[in-house]
């Protein structure tokens, strides 16, 4: 027992499922169970959606190139940003970020957080129902009338179930991993066998993008800057996973490979899918299999079928986990704090569930929109936290000042916010806007040579730094 009277149980609760730092003995995850964490999140359904939309400008080779080097250096930016931090002090994302936005002003990237989860949640919800609708068309069990009504059913009762499935919370998704990794991973190698047999190699080498610029240069970099903004992401997850191991090593690699690489690589499915069939959506192709239009066959919908249940895990799999991260966010907040982890996990979920169930086609049409926006968020927010915590703190701070919302902490700043942290964030969305409109995708400046979400993460952690050294560092605020 502790001296207040709490047992030691408990504290750990609170640490692995609330705000509370976590202690060396506390992290137990080890090397495979983050491999097949990361993993299962990293093949999740969502990339099939990010590579149908790369393949609007770009080939099937240009595409491959892009994507896996967007993927991998969107993935840096995030590993910069939020693991060392999560491993030597075991503290999430949103903890980590009062170093930089203080006491108070961390709401702005509990609110990125937040969006980034909910979209992703939404994507894979509305996914997770279209598999279940076109699967029970395929089987005969429901009429083609039915099938969007089902679908959305669905992506609500998949909700309910994954909301039952983080009662647990971390061994929650410790468990679900350990079964669907394998599972994902084979028929995600499937679903790629199958489009290569139906189109073959050189069906798929010569499809062209529906929408390219005449400009090679411009569809390259609309298609790197897509992974880029996508990957960067794993922000919002990254510490929920990474604070429950104390070894860098097992953190930083596996993000890298499982998470970053193993976006951009199932990603390519996506891709080379969408280029022969012109939709972006695994559904849509696996429906169109099952219907006849390219050779139906009693095993080919039952494939179909498969690969239709592999969409379902995948979508199952990621959204546990965001959710986790996202409840870990929101009990920072005071009204948040003391509530119940599952009325916690319940607010994050809520949302996904009124839209896949209630506007699933709205999202789903303006998905490149979302995608848009996460780059011209995460970027800066990456830039601010990587200046601060790496280059001027060196990665050493005052963890007990971290948690104290008092005038004398070292994180309290001007009133509990860091206008250094402000000012480099909407330096680098304004950077971001200067170069592409994340409505329209329309470029500008020197968007064709340097992307548009790097430059925001670089302007962002930029003026971060000049702005402290300048204003904030010599009044002896923030403990620099």
């Not at 089987?139 to 499935?165: C, Q, T, Y």
């Not at 976006?263 to 299999?289: E, H, K, R």
């Not at 800066?380 to 919302?405: F, H, W």
Request: charged share 10%.
């Amino acid at each position: 027992m502790s001296g207040n009277g709490q047992s030691v149980d408990a504290f750990t609760a609170e640490a692995i499922n609330g705000t509370y730092p976590l202690l060396p003995e506390e992290r137990k995850w080890g090397l495979k169970a983050i491999i097949t964490i990361m993993l299962t999140s990293g093949l999740a359904s969502w990339s099939y959606v990010i590579g149908g939309y790369v393949s609007y400008y770009l080939n099937a080779f240009m595409g491959s190139i892009a994507m896996c080097a967007g993927s991998l250096v969107g993935m840096m930016l995030v590993i910069f940003a939020g693991v060392p931090s999560s491993v030597r002090y075991g503290i999430d994302i949103i903890t980590a970020s009062k170093l930089s936005f203080g006491t108070r002003g961390y709401g702005i990237p509990l609110v990125a957080q937040f969006f980034s989860i909910v979209g992703w949640n939404t994507v894979l919800m509305v996914l997770l129902g279209q598999a279940i609708g076109s699967g029970l068309y395929m089987a005969g069990v429901i009429d083609a009338e039915a099938k969007d009504g089902v679908a959305r059913i669905a992506s609500v009762v998949g909700v309910f179930l994954i909301w039952l499935l983080l009662k647990n919370g971390a061994t929650g998704i410790q468990n679900a991993s350990k079964y669907l990794s394998v599972l994902i991973v084979i028929l995600a190698f499937a679903v790629f066998f199958f489009v290569v047999k139906q189109y073959g190699l050189e069906g798929i080498r010569t499809a062209e993008p529906s929408y390219a610029d005449p400009d090679l240069k411009i569809n390259y970099v609309l298609g790197f800057e897509i992974l880029v903004g996508s990957v960067a992401s794993w922000w919002a997850y990254i510490g929920g996973l990474t604070r429950m191991t104390g070894n860098p090593k097992h953190a930083m690699w596996p993000a890298a490979f499982c998470l970053g690489l193993a976006t951009g690589l199932v990603s390519l499915i996506g891709l080379y899918t969408a280029l022969v069939t012109g939709s972006p959506y695994p559904t849509d192709y696996l429906l169109t299999l099952a219907e006849g239009d390219v050779g139906f066959t009693t095993a080919t919908t039952i494939f179909a079928i498969v690969a239709l249940l592999f969409l379902i895990l995948a979508s199952i799999g990621i959204t546990v986990v965001g959710t986790y991260s996202g409840a870990l966010g929101l009990k920072q907040l005071g009204a948040i704090k003391n509530m119940g982890w599952m009325k916690t996990c319940l607010i994050v979920l809520g949302p996904t569930a009124v839209i896949s169930g209630g506007f699933p086609s709205w999202f789903s049409d303006n998905s490149g929109v979302f995608f848009a926006l996460l780059g011209m968020s995460m970027g800066p927010l990456c830039g601010v936290m990587i200046a601060d915590y790496l280059i001027l703190r060196k990665q050493n701070i005052n963890l007990k000042a971290l948690y104290s919302e008092s005038r004398g902490s070292d994180y309290y700043f001007f009133g509990g916010v860091n206008p250094a942290s402000i000012i480099g964030f909407l330096a680098g969305i304004a950077t971001y806007l200067s170069m592409l409109n994340p409505i329209t995708y329309e470029y500008h400046l020197l968007f064709e040579y340097l992307s548009a979400t790097l430059p925001a993460t670089i302007v962002a952690g930029a003026v971060y730094i000049l702005v402290t050294k300048l204003a904030v560092a010599p009044r002896g605020l923030g403990g620099f």
